[in-house]
């Protein structure tokens, strides 16, 4: 198989993203670099004048930075599971997509662990929980897992960009700067495609698939152990491991339909993330909303149930339309409903229709990870002696609305950038993925032809005979 | 007729013209002031100042406090009233002019600001002092209180018929243990309760109240006794707790076998990266037609 003319034609179609900034490009980077220059400056404020200018308190100490924080760690899925399983799986049709997982991965898995430290306070300190970290701590096992997690997410990323790098740094067919050329053949590491080289690249991708794959399961579950291991309502739950594993891949999956969406239509990729692509991505969300459905069914069904003091006062609380009644029905009805409804029913089954139900679930499981976090800390376990209501009631100050823009800014910038450097979809991956449909076609064509020749003769034979 | 007329129109014009002064007027403020003291000879003034119409707080009012010492006013301190229009001044008792029966007088004033105009309130209370005495009788143990003020000519009498409250601190509030009403003799008593849980010798606080007395005001003072059931509040050694010196050995091989497994691959696939760059160290260019 020959796919140097397939590359050189994608590469060719994918010039003017790599090329001089359009003036929506611009535009855009301007907007994105001001809401994160907002950003930057609520953390100014933040760090001068203290958390006092945040909405938490000593009874509500987390609030919207965690719930971000959990939030883009569950996007990050996007990458490790759907890239991981389906290269395990051998499944081609996920070529012109892996980098769009790969980078939600590393870039989320970069965003979300900042919002900890926005959290924390006392940054000074930080380097505290490495030397005097306690391995029975939760807090410890996330610190490490997301550490490790991120690492294994860059390899992971890096090994499926040397192949685009070696021809980046080669091709002649699009213009290049000297400078970037220069990068592109240092991270290429001398990858000539020899056969010996292709067989390592191969058992390394393998190898990193297999590993990248349980270590997000761990890094997740780890993730709903601090709440989990804490005997508070509407934490200590057997089952938050699963059911924040499965958030995180159906949420990661929503972001994935999402920018998919906007990639092709700005690049004009439609040849490449097809509308193929989009149903099975559906499917896949179909799969996922069924199981999410079942575990916030049987999460709340299990604490309704026993109407233990605690958890029914929070129950109560999430279900009243007083407090977080409209959050709590859109997160767990709308978030699930609007999938299945949309993408399961033929009828009403389209590209548009699988982005919109992404952007509702996408949006359900960020109000999710707030109802997880914020009412729960609003319960006071303990008499408190002063309860003034800004002490048991939480509402995130501009400070953290500023910060939780400034990460979604962040987040989408990165995509920008990252998008200028390297193609949006993978050049060697896709062209090997066309070349076998080519193959598999004229194979086919062959095989048909061969048929009817068969055909034609056999029934020659029977009239002569 | 019409005289009466214009008298009644001017009154009325007059009348209005009265509501709209009114009306210009700075509002009314109430006073009142509590006292409170305890063993440790520390005076707690609590003064709460409220809008006389609406009895809404007035918060940031400042209130000053004064002792009366022979009919003249001189200053203890001032605070400022918080959102419930509460504001504390706490003294030492030395501060605090006392006549020899013990008659404490205190006054607070409020000089008014834009919105509310100036108030004075004062009250007096009795000094007094407070004795607990754990008495056992018959197998039967009993909390005594006894209660001495002074006469005109500073001697000390007995405080007859007062209700005195007895509580035992708990860590986050106050257990009712009993009631003490207060003989004749200035002495009353009750039965310890059986049963109740102490620290780790069985030692207990007592805790006896006067409460908003009219005379009296507030007192209170404590002592302690080792009657209460030893309780040892040390709890067993959890190996996976925070502040356990190490973490169970299971919890530590688990760690280690976990991480070790993903690390080592990580380093792994690094190790091949290096033998990927050198095995294309001899290749120009990328060979375009053996990827099958």
Redesign the interface.
Known sequence: ????DT?TSLLKEFAPQMGPWSWKGKTAVVILSAILLWGLYALYIQVFKGHGVTGMRDNVVWGLYIANFVFFIGISYAGAIISGILHLLRVNWRKPILRIAELITVIATIIGPIYILLCVGRLDRLHHLFMYG????PIT?DV?AIS?YL??SI?FLY?AL?RDF??LS?TNEIHIPNWRRKIYKLLS??????????K??K??LD??SA?II??AI?VHSVLSWIFGMTLRPGWHSTIFGPYFVLAAIFSGTGVMIIVMYVFRNIYNLKRYLTDQHFRYMGYMLIVLAAGYGYFTFSEYLTDWYTSEKWDAELIDKLFSFEHYGWWFYFANFGGILVPLILIGIPKFRSVKTIVFSSVVLVAALWIKRYLIVVPTLENTL??MQDLRPEYISYSATWVEWALTAAGVAAFILFFILMSRFVPIVPVWETS?YLEEIKLKTSDEKVLSEKRAREVKQESISVSTS | MMKTRILLIAFLVLSMCGITFAQDEEKGVLLNVVYQRDHSAQVVLTATIVDEEEEEPVSGAVIKFYTLADSLEVLLGAATANEEGVAVLSIQEDKVSKAADGLMEFAVRFEGNDTFGANKETASWKDLEMEINFVEEDEQRNIEVSLMSWDDEGNKIPVPEMDVYLFAPRMFSQLPIGEIWIEEDGKGRVAFPEALPGDDSGNIQVLAKITDSDEYGNYASFKSIDWGIAVSHEAGEIPRSLWSPSAPIWMQVTFIILMSGVWYHFFLVIYKLWRIKDYGKNEEKIIWDIDK
Request: overall charge positive; hydrophobic content about 50%.
């Open positions: 198989m020959n796919i140097k590359s306690r391995i029975q701590s096992w490490l490790t690492v294994g390899i090994l040397i070696a021809i080669e590491i001398n990858f000539r495609n020899t056969p010996e080289q292709v390592r690249l058992l390394t190898v990193l590993i349980p270590t761990i303990l008499p090997e």
